[in-house]
């Protein structure tokens, strides 16, 4: 961007959301540019630059959102999103420049509905504070991903359409989000209807989440909440090969039990978890997490899947419990992966009559794909649906090339590897990762002809593409003023 407009945007924005909220030090500018996908942390580890906002502005109130959008939709200038930087697909990266609008001092609590067990708040609001406020009323907001204590907001987990730990018995995201206000091109504040159970017409509520920032900023959402469980339950099951495991499963989730919690871990996975968390027992292992507020529900609940389990051995309580406690431990500083190893996180759902087919495709593609470079595959089934269940897989290369250009053309060939094979064998892109930079070119393949119709809802919507460009493979904005 030329220094003059640069210097005027800088000065309307100022304007906008007060000077000592905008800023275009290179080293602030950077850090909202930087998210947890490979692709950051490896420019970050080799000290090559980042893609990043000219321009980074903190706004507080939905009417600052509104300017912000305005004075950008004014310039033609593109308008990035950040939420906690938790991300893992390059959603936050500044590929055109333009304007950083970090959401988090968005994060007022506006409203507690105990009646009707609703939560009202700023997009840009910490998981894990508002949890603290919710636990003395013995409420949650049953949302614990993995970046839960890693500084994720509400509003980035409904746009990637993020998933918790417990999303088995209370949802994704999407799934509890009950209204949302967001700020759309050229400025203009939109507020979904009340409630998302109604028969008005299509939804636009779902049409905002999962969006990734492309069609307009999410600033207020209105969340469903439960009670906080009095109690849990644990049990643990080791089966011969993942087959067996996945055949549990599906009977537990097609008999309508729905645990909290169940991951079952293929023999590699389990390894690297023991690493980490010492659950007592190797091979493929399933655990499950049962919660209420009754035990006598939780003790049929207990019976009902230990029927469905007589194919493996019962391990009992202890390796279940061990994971719970230990369960943001992969993602702690030295357990989650980082350069210099390659890897990716390819997850995906299908449903249960494809998950064995899909599961050894993948781990043939990645393992005998690219045996010359001593690629491995772990995978463990995480997020469990009515009718089928998730894969959270990865890729690993311990020694990548040292070339930059060649370790990324070789991380961008798995990924193609991992995504081809998974819409070969009854999979999808992924299931809580979101889109972002990383996977926008699969976008068209997966959906064909349907892509022209998102296409269509993004030119509506944003007719000069500056809502987060380059994400959610929506192409590039119209020219700039600069």
Same mark, same amino acid.
């Given at each position: 961007?030329?220094?003059?407009i ?8 100022a304007? $906008? ?35 990043? $906002? ?79 406020e ?19 907001t ?66 207020e959402?209105?969340v ?16 011969d ?30 390894a ?15 655990v ?22 007589? !194919? ?22 030295? !357990? ?92 999808i892109? !992924? ?24 296409? $269509? ?10 809502? !987060? ?14």
């Amino acid at each position: 961007m030329r220094p003059y407009i640069l210097g005027q945007l800088t000065r309307d924005l100022a304007a $906008a959301v007060g000077s000592e909220h905008v800023s275009s030090d290179p080293r602030v500018v950077t850090e909202q540019a930087t998210d947890w996908s490979w692709m950051s942390q490896y420019l970050s580890y080799r000290d090559l630059p980042l893609p990043t $906002a000219d321009v980074a502005v903190w706004p507080t109130t939905t009417e600052e959102v509104e300017s912000v959008v305005r004075i950008a939709s004014e310039y033609r200038v593109p308008v990035i999103p950040r939420g906690g930087g938790s991300g893992t697909q390059g959603g936050t990266f500044a590929l055109y420049g333009g304007i950083a609008v970090d959401m988090t001092r968005m994060n007022r609590i506006i409203d507690i509905d105990e009646t009707s067990l609703v939560a009202t708040v700023q997009a840009g609001v910490d998981g894990a504070v508002l949890e603290k406020e919710l636990n003395p009323l013995r409420l949650t907001l049953a949302h614990y991903p993995g970046s839960h204590h890693l500084g994720a907001t509400i509003g980035g987990s409904l746009a990637a359409r993020g998933s918790g730990v417990v999303s088995t018995k209370y949802g994704k995201a999407e799934d509890m989000v009950l209204q949302a206000e967001a700020v759309v091109p050229p400025g203009r504040r939109v507020r979904t209807l009340p409630i998302p159970s109604h028969a008005a017409g299509p939804d636009l509520l779902q049409t905002l989440v999962g969006s990734e920032g492309t069609l307009g900023l999410i600033t207020e959402v209105a969340v469903r909440l439960d009670p906080l469980p009095k109690g849990r339950r644990f049990l643990s099951y080791r089966f011969d090969d993942v087959e067996d495991g996945l055949e549990a499963a599906r009977r537990i989730m097609t008999k309508r039990v729905v645990p909290a919690a169940m991951r079952l871990y293929d023999e590699a996975d389990s390894a690297k978890l023991t690493e980490m968390i010492d659950v007592g027992t190797d091979g493929v292992l399933l655990v499950i997490v049962l919660d209420g507020t009754d035990d006598t529900m939780m003790a049929v609940e207990h019976e009902a899947i230990a029927a469905e389990c007589t !194919n493996g051995s019962d391990l009992g309580r202890g390796p279940a419990e061990s994971w719970w406690d230990g369960k943001y431990e992969p993602y702690r500083d030295g !357990n989650a992966p980082a350069p210099p190893l390659l890897f990716g996180t390819t997850d995906t759902c299908a449903r249960f009559v494809d998950l064995p087919r899909l599961y050894h495709a993948k781990k043939a593609a990645i393992e005998e794909g690219f045996a010359e470079y001593g690629a491995r595959y772990t995978a463990h089934f995480s997020h469990w649906y009515p009718w089928g269940g998730m894969i959270y897989d990865r890729f690993y290369v311990d020694n990548p090339p040292e070339d930059p250009d060649e370790a990324l053309a070789l991380h961008d060939r798995l990924w193609d590897a991992a995504v081809h094979t998974s819409l070969a064998n009854g999979g999808i892109i !992924n299931d809580h990762h979101g889109v972002g930079l990383k996977l926008g070119r699969f976008m068209r393949p997966q959906h064909g002809e349907a892509f022209e119709l998102m296409l $269509a809802i993004k030119h509506a919507w944003d007719p000069d593409g500056i809502m !987060n460009p380059g994400k959610l493979g929506f192409g590039a904005p119209r020219a700039a003023a600069g």
